[in-house]
């Protein structure tokens, strides 16, 4: 069993849908959680970075972490085309050589 | 925002020769280091951890003897590919941590052909 699990899509949604994207972990050590952006061909941008469970939003993102499931979350809002692109959750736990976790990654486009 | 920049972007290589890549973070300041390896269709695998001053620490199954880093500054890690084949063809990625609570920061990344 991996540590992350990430369904690896490809998912497809109209634009302006709301679109969930999921990571399941088995790792109870994890304490810091990401989620990058990564485009064909590019290095993986930073969307949301947060410490142990709870919820973050910013701006049509919003991160959510429930530990006791082992679960978090990306909801975007209002998708646009731009948004489609490849969604890796990461993680880490504190200490260990600061290394990331990732997820296999999800494929995401939206559509006109 | 902090940046980590990369270089080059894309190369092409004959087999046999040795290729560096360049990871700098240029507003900030990086003891440690992550080179990653991705191939298509797939995540981030990591290779080794660079630390500035010291050796670097490679994951299990990376060749120490291939996959070159040194990390002489607090801004500049190198990743030397000696001896390439076309096995090592991939899309080589470095990260930093800007500092506590700031996420990783990654490059634009390094796609390394080899002919």
């Known amino acids: 069993q991996k540590e992350v699990e990430q369904d690896p899509g490809p998912l497809s949604v109209p634009e302006g849908a709301i679109v969930s994207l999921n990571c399941t972990y088995s790792?109870?050590?994890?304490?810091?959680f990401m989620w990058y952006r990564q485009y064909s061909r590019k290095g993986p941008e930073l969307l949301m970075y947060?410490?142990?469970?709870g919820n973050k939003e910013d701006g049509r993102f919003t991160a959510q972490v429930d530990k006791s499931s082992k679960y978090i979350s990306l909801f975007i809002r209002d998708s646009q085309p731009s948004d489609s692109a490849t969604y890796l959750c990461a993680m880490r736990i504190t200490g260990g050589g600061n290394k990331l976790t990732f997820g296999t990654g999800t494929q995401l486009k939206v559509e006109l | 925002g902090a940046v980590v920049s990369q270089h080059p972007s894309r190369v092409i290589c004959k087999s046999g020769t040795s290729v560096k890549i360049e990871c700098r973070s240029l507003d900030f300041q990086a003891t440690t280091m992550f080179w990653y390896r991705q191939f298509p269709k797939q995540s981030l695998m990591l290779m080794a951890t660079s630390n500035e001053g010291s050796k670097a620490t490679y994951e299990q199954g990376v060749e120490k003897d291939k996959f070159l880093i040194n990390h002489a500054s607090l801004t500049l890690s190198t990743l030397t590919v000696t001896s390439a084949h076309p096995e090592d063809s991939s899309f080589y990625i470095c990260s930093a941590e800007p500092g506590q609570g700031f996420g990783y920061t990654f490059g634009s990344g390094t796609r390394l052909t080899v002919v």
């Open positions: 790792n109870s050590a994890f304490q810091y």
């Open positions: 947060t410490y142990s469970s």
